[in-house]
Nanobody
């Protein structure tokens, strides 16, 4: 069992940067790939970024490629999402998840709200 707690969301202006953090409980953090997903108002949850267990591989949705960067610190049981050049379309609830790289994600956090004003 892995418990995930996101933090770092907030209200920012277009063009600003924000860093989200996701702290995981337990000693098995490094055995899971980690992902960030987001859900805009009235839309389905979508994939944003993922990182492999040891951080060697990353993958991004086209909509965030070049602006977002995912990283992890296995010593701190934490995964980060660095978001730059934010746009109003990036507004939504951001969730971190633990699971399999390019596979299924089975543990989910409660989410953190990101709002980007124009």
């Amino acid at each position: 069992q892995v418990q995930l707690v996101e933090s770092g969301g907030g209200l920012v202006q277009a063009g600003d940067s924000l860093r989200l953090s996701c702290a995981a409980s337990g000693r098995t953090f490094s055995t899971y790939a980690m992902g960030w997903f987001r859900q805009a108002p009235g839309k389905e949850r979508e994939f944003a970024a993922q990182i492999s267990r040891l951080g060697a591989n990353t993958d991004y949705a086209d909509s965030v490629k070049g602006r977002f960067a995912i990283s992890r610190d296995n010593a701190k049981n934490t995964v980060y999402l660095h978001m730059n050049s934010l746009k109003p379309d990036d507004t939504g609830v951001y969730y971190c998840a633990a699971g399999s790289y390019r596979g299924s994600y089975i543990y989910w956090g409660q989410g953190t709200q990101v709002t980007v004003s124009s």
